[in-house]
Structure formats: structure tokens, C-alpha cells
């Protein structure tokens, strides 16, 4: 019975899973290298930044909206934070100054859709920009490099043998998660994306929820750019160009519905795991980018045209 | 509905299998040298691949090529590097997207004993050494003398004195810079010379076209323009062309590929710098061959460059 429950409400998500477990014994049988532990970490460690800018993407996105800004508030937000190791601020001055330099975009974003009535689109459209400009001005262009060991075991470093940006994302995912699932935050969030004029009707602050839900992407880009700068060691204003379609990719390959008051974490990281195995596999055959590219996109197609055929069926 | 998805999965499947069969199959009893490019959307680096394979058809070694979607990705690129650790190649030759950024993957290599050669863009010698990296050599043009054989034409065609505009690559970048560095010590010494204006254009042709039509609006005084590549460059002779003032304006480009060739030949363009990315391609083979083998190589592996004009093309 509870079996039977997990399957019913969970059938998209164990859908996807299913997707991600094909993919990965199609690699299995084609490559020698694929399946091994260090490919698997590998794997793991490459999906990190697209998985945890997608949980951003998540709740924005149940919430029937959208966020395009999120690459350049990441490349932004790295700016900021390099900058500020680079003065020799304490570490962990430099990662809430990262982080909430993000936050502060996605608060931005979040006043102009609720309160000044923009929609998503366009809010987030000129907020992609800005936040991009804004980081080529910060830093006329350059990248900053060159930072701390402390700094850099955030990517470098292993505990226990995993490294430690992936347990940072299970981190992420749980208490995001829990969010999502245990908390009105999280009820809000879907009932604004079911129908918002309702959930405004019952009392529901409906402009704060949708302020706050912008405004933790934000600061989930600032996060990801925390990840990014301490891998390649080098914060860059061109940083994370495109990053958006990737994290918008893997929510919706997840089972998100772009309508709004549908998805789960669950299926965004298997999503978001399913771009990263494609990549690495993809490139460990030694297919061509371009080849990737067009398996890439038909994948997100192929994705949401099942989503919506099996809508279909059941109503 | 559904008979729409199920084929669409089914073709899906169908252009992986195809990707699987189209990648290079590789002879376990062969050594294995990686090449990754910044980018296979510019002919400069697809120059490279060539060279490369023909080398390695020659050598009789396998090569796998890879290179991001986008020159500037160095995150995509680390990806890559990460990716080809895990096969075990023998050697890995890069052209970094990012002198400073590669470094940290370049560590990762070194910690696998993969040996790594840089080909076309160095890479930067101080963090290399904060780090502790290793790499064994550059294979590559001196960009700065490139930017000085410019920068000398430039000058004796305007003669002495004239204005230019200078559209360069992505800041923070050590081709780019080098190639402006010695276009600057050129046209410094000769006092007449002003550079104008100073824009980027990112590498890219469209923005090259727009950047200079902007450039023309405001500066139509310009008499020549020093592109840090042959794409910006084929995007400013675009657009003068739009403006009717083709062959008024003296056009410089760096990399002389074919459709610059082109332009130059039929009198749009009037010079460039030719580096020869076949044979860095070719020589990166040769060179990762002999690490392979076990010899050692030099740290520095010159390419020729050369100044292209109709009369010598």
C-alpha cells in the first residue's frame, strides 16, 4: 500500500529517475570509463552549480513565474566575493557578502514583479543586464584570481571521501526541501502557482511570498557563485552566460510545470543530474560539441512532451 | 500526444547512438593524446583540429578533440579536462579559455600524472607557480610581436600621423593583450598616431559589426582599425561596408584565416597576422608524441608569424 502511495505520488519524478538510470547503463555499456567511482564524484561535483541555481529556478518557476537573471547575478555575486577576499576580509565575510550581493538582485527582481506589477519575464529579462554590466564595471572587465587554501577547499576539499561542493548541494536540497514541503513558505508557493488570485483571496501575503521566493533564487545564485569562484580559483564577470537555460532545463526535465503549482527538488537534481550525465558521458565518448548540443535540447523536448502526454492521460 | 513523444524519445536515442558511432573509435593499443580548443566555432581553432588529426593519422596515435560551446566557458572547459582525466588519456594539450582559470584543472591533471602542454595561450606563469602547477610547455605565437607587426603597418600606411580605433578581444585575456601591448609600444613612438577610440567586442564577428558601426557614428574621423582578431575585424569591414566607405578606413585584422584572406584579396581588408594554427596543431602532436615516448621537450615552442597583405598572400 504505502508502496502503491510512492509510486502514485511521485510517478513523474520516478519517471525521470528511470530516465537518468537508462542514460547511465546506455554510458555504462558504451564506455569503459563511465561507471567508476571517481566518473560518478566527478559527475556529481560538474552538476553542483547547475543543481543548486535550479532550486532557485524551482520555486520561482512553481510559483507560475520565471528568472533569467540568475547567470548574471552568479557572475555578479563572484565578483563581489572575490573582491572582498581579495581585501582581506574574513572568509566568512566574503561568502554572506557573496551571497547576499545575489540576494539583493533577486530582491529587485522580486519588488519589481510583486510590487511594481512587471512580469517575471521582463523584470528578470533587465535584471540579466544589469547584474551583468553591474559585474563588468565592478571589475572593468578582468577576472580576480588567485585566492586562499581556506577558500579553496570548498571545491578541493573531501569529507570522507566526497567532496565537499556535493554535500554542500545534498545540504541545499534537504533544507530546501524542507522549505518547500514543511513550511507555509512552501504551501504559499504552490498555491500561488495553482491560482494566485485565490491565494490572495484567502489572506495570503501574496506580493512577500513572491518577493521571498525571488529573492532565495538570488541568494542561491550568490551560493553557486561561491562554488564557482573557489573551482577555477577565479571569479570572472563573464561568468555563467546561458547558466539560466541550463537551470530552467534541469526544473523542467524534473517534472516542474512552467504553468506554475507543479514540481519537486527531487526531480530538479535528478533533471539536473541528467544534463551533467550527458555531458560527461557524451564527452567521454568524444562526440562533438555540436552533437551534444542538439542531444542536450531534444532531451528537454522529449522531457516535457512526455510530461504532457501523461497529463493528458490522466484527466 | 503520446505517439509524438514516444517518437521524439525514439529520435533522441537515435542522434546518441549516431553521436556514439561518429566519435572517434579509439585503438586501446595506441597511446591517446587530448587536444581541447576554447571553442570549434572559429575556423582558427578548427585549423588546429585539422593539423592535429592529420598529425596524429601520421604518428599513428589516437586524439580526442574537445572544446566548450562557448569560448569564454573556462567552467565547461575544466569540465572537459575533468572528463579526460577520467579516461586516462596519455596527454593532455589545452588553449586555455583562461590563462589564470585553468590552472586549478591543470592541478587536477598533474595530480593524475597527466602531462600538460599549453598551445596558443599561455598560461600565466604567477599563479601557475602560487599553486604549484606543472606545465611541461608552450607550444604558440609571441602575440606581442604579432601586435607590433600591426601596429608597424599601420604606421607606415597612415604615415605620420592618423587616427585609429582599436577593436579589441575580451578583457583579461593574454592573447588579447599582448596583442594590444605591442601595437601600443609600436604606435606610441610615433607621436602623431591616436588611438581614438578602444571598444571590445568580445572575439565575435556580429559584435565586431556593431561596435564598429557605432565607432563610425561617433568617431568618423578613423582611418584605421586594429582588430584583435580576424572575426572582429571581418565584422568591421561589415560594417564600413554599410557605411560606403570601404577602402577608406585601413583594416587590420590578427589571425589571417581564410575568409580574411578573402577580404584582402578582393581590397575590403588590407592586412593581417598570420599564425599558423595547423602547424600548433601539428606540433602539439609531435611534442605530446615525444613526452609520451619519454624524452623531454623545450618550455617554449615557437610558431612563425607573419604579416599577410595582397602582396604576399
Redesign the interface.
Known sequence: MRLNNLWTTNARQLGTFFGLLLLIVFFWIWTPYFLTISNLLNIAQQTTINAIIAVGLTFVIITAGIDLSVGSIMAFSGVVLASLLKADQPLIVALIGGVLTGGLCGLVNGTLISYGKLPPFIATLGMMSVARGAALLYTDGRPISGFSADFRFISNGEILHIPVPVLLMVLIYFIAHFILTRTKLGRYTYAIGGNELATMLSGVNVKMIKTVVYTLGGMLSGFAAILLTSRLNSAQPIAGIMYELDAIAAAVIGGTSLVGGEGKLSGTLIGALIMGVLRNGLNLLGVSSFIQQIVIGSVIICAVLIDMSLRKNKS | ??N??LL??A???L??A???R???K?DDNKPTIALVLKT?NNPYFIDMQNGAEAAAKRFNVNI?V?????E????KQ???I???I???VNVICVAPS?S??I??AILKANEADIPIIAIDTRV?K??LL??GGEVLSFIGSDNKDGGKLAGQFIVNELGKSGNVAILEG???HETGDARLAGFYEVANKSENIKVVVSQ?ANWERDQGYNVMQNILQAHPEIEAVFACNDMMALGAVEAISAANRTGEIIVVGFDAISDCRAAIKAEEMHASIAQHPEAMGRLAVEYALKVINGESIPDEIPVGIELITKENL
Open positions: 500526444m503520446k509524438i513523444a521524439f524519445v529520435v533522441t536515442f542522434l546518441i549516431e553521436g556514439c561518429r566519435s572517434e579509439l570549434l580526442i574537445q572544446a566548450a560551446d562557448r569564454v566557458d573556462v567552467e575544466m569540465q572537459i575533468e572528463n579526460l577520467q579516461m586516462r583562461g589564470q582559470e590552472v586549478p600565466d604567477n599563479v602560487e599553486s575580451i578583457p583579461g571590445t
